[in-house]
């Protein structure tokens, strides 16, 4: 019979201690959603009272599977637990289940929070057994805890001892300043168990400061913890926390954890991982790691000759795990002979079948390269890719063509006496041998200025003559940009994701040193990849 191993994700308090990240409170609402479909069975939402945008993600957050839990610490000495604000704060924000971090290091005792050791200790007793009055679900965060234990043992253990009593569900070893090794806390956490805390109530709490965030984990559960902290992407205070993204696939899929333990995250949402993942990346602005284990874009990238024609004949000669049992796919480089068989499998995911041998396969493979040495990028912008494919083969059929544009950006006052921005954008297009002059400008309904982008995709969607009722039910849901080396040069990446009334959704690159360029050759690769879709390659 498995026994039920926990999760408990930390990515919206503790991976919001990375240097740079400052989640909002609809990103965290977002974020939120994500770790609830997963599958974790904690989410820790923040320290509310402590920072505006966690008290406000408490008021706002919908229902969820996952118990919804509130971090804040210990009561402070010198007062009672029902008159400490600190910790009024953390129960007012409503949650089933409440996180209070605590010392249990003699030396944080005696030297950061300067009192007796006995009075941490009836701190914790208090403050826990408050929690549990307040009929919540408790947990003891024991900060520091595997330096404490190799200083002062005995007093680690009567703090652990103290929460437990007090009536915790759970005790979290911590190794807050992440140095402690695999081996140690295999050793430390087998003692507290023999020590009488019992695994069933005992959790894990790793940083990656030696890179083993995630093997510590792994010894904690190994010695009898049943619950696993962690955050997705390893995010987290310095070098970031144990990754749940790597943990979880580790868990489902290998021995002998797999047979071993039940966990919450079913299949279906390990196939959904590496876009969690990339959803992640996504709300932070960041380049999704390639080396990654299980969802990195190289993960499963096959480049030595010897390795990809292997693959094609048995995926199991060099990969420990099907990529799509956790939604990643194998990348076999284009450049090689078993690149051109996946040059035509992504082909034919657009509709286009190739011959194997035919020269326009290299055509377009050196046309790759060429313009991801320019910045493009391709992973991604499937929309964009084709669009250049159907150009080398000659398959792009013209539906118009751009003879100009024009941006205009003005700032100034108005009668208000408040600076106010406008952008201007002029599109000439041509349709059927027919010139066509729309104007737009970058203010939404409401009368906020959206920015030049904005005033140009909307001149250039205004009057596309008889496509127009194809294009009419497009939409721009996302814009990113970033400043990427193209050859020698800096120059601006711009993918924009555009979605339709039927639900189709896709990506497309522009890449200029001039920001606006790039963002046009971007609106006008969605635009065609939709005219395509719709109206077929007659123009
Ligand atoms: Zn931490």
């Known amino acids: 019979m498995a026994e039920k191993l926990y999760l408990y994700d930390t990515t919206l308090r503790d991976g919001q201690q990375t240097q740079g990240v400052q989640f909002s409170t609809a990103e965290k609402l977002r974020i939120a959603e994500a770790l609830d479909a997963l599958g974790v069975d904690y989410i820790e939402g923040g320290w509310p009272g402590a920072n505006p945008t966690d008290s406000a993600f408490f008021e706002e957050a919908p229902a969820s599977r996952a118990v919804m839990t509130a971090f804040g610490m210990t009561k402070r000495a010198g007062r009672s637990a029902e008159n400490d604000d ?3 704060a953390v129960l007012n924000a409503g949650t089933p289940a409440v996180c209070l971090v605590g010392k249990t290091h003699d030396f944080h005792v005696t030297a950061a929070l300067g009192i007796e050791l006995s009075e941490n200790v009836a701190n914790i007793r208090a403050s826990v057994a408050h929690i549990v009055a307040q009929g919540r679900e408790a947990l003891f965060d024991a900060e520091h805890f595997f330096d404490g234990w190799k200083a002062n043992a005995p007093y680690a253990l009567e703090c652990l001892h103290a929460a437990l009593e007090a009536g915790a569900r759970w005790i979290v070893l911590c190794d807050t300043n992440g140095g402690t090794l695999p081996y140690e806390i ?4 087998a003692e507290v168990i023999a020590g009488g805390i019992p695994g069933e109530r005992l959790g894990i709490h790793t940083h990656n400061d030696t890179e083993n965030a995630v093997a510590c984990s792994l010894a904690a559960v190994d010695a009898g913890v049943r619950q696993v902290q962690g955050t997705l992407n390893g995010l987290g205070e310095r070098c970031g926390n144990a990754n749940l993204t790597s943990l979880i696939p580790t868990l489902l899929l290998k021995e002998p954890y797999a047979s071993r333990y039940d966990i919450n995250v079913s299949r279906d949402a390990l196939e959904a991982l590496t876009q969690t993942s990339r959803m992640l990346d996504e709300v932070l602005n960041r380049v999704p790691m390639r080396q990654a284990p299980y969802v990195g874009s190289s993960a499963f990238a096959h480049k030595a000759g010897l390795h990809a024609s292997a693959i094609l004949k048995d995926p199991t000669t060099y990969e420990h795990v099907d990529p799509a049992t956790v939604g990643n796919r194998r990348v076999i480089p284009m450049s090689n002979q078993a690149g051109q068989s996946n040059l035509r499998r992504r082909l034919a995911e657009a509709g286009l079948e190739v011959a194997p041998g035919d020269p326009a396969l290299a055509r377009i493979l050196d046309e790759i390269k060429a313009r991801e040495a320019q910045g493009y990028t391709y992973d991604t912008a499937q929309a964009s890719f ?3 494919a159907r150009e080398i083969l ?5 539906y118009f063509e751009v003879k100009r544009y024009r941006v205009t950006i003005e700032r100034r006052k108005n009668k208000y006496d408040r600076m106010v921005s406008l952008s201007e954008a002029v599109v000439v297009v041509k349709v059927d041998g027919e010139k066509k002059l729309s104007v737009s400008d970058s203010l939404d309904n409401e009368g906020f200025d959206r920015g030049p982008v904005n005033a140009l995709s909307k001149a250039l969607a205004k009057d596309l003559g008889r496509y127009q009722s194809i294009i009419d039910d497009m939409r721009l849901v996302d814009f990113k940009v970033r400043i990427t080396q193209g050859g020698t040069e ?6 924009i994701d555009s979605q339709d009334g039927r639900g189709r959704r896709w990506q497309t690159v522009g890449v ?8 046009f050759e971007a609106l006008l690769d969605s635009v065609r990849w939709k005219l395509i879709r719709d109206c077929g390659e007659g123009a």
């Open 86 to 88: 600190v910790l009024s």
């Open 394 to 398: 000659g398959r792009l059929p013209s």
């Open 186 to 189: 295999y050793r430390i956490v």
């Open 490 to 495: 800096a120059v601006t990446r711009v993918i």
């Open 512 to 519: 200029s040193a001039n920001i606006v360029d790039a963002s």
């Open 386 to 388: 084709e669009l250049l």
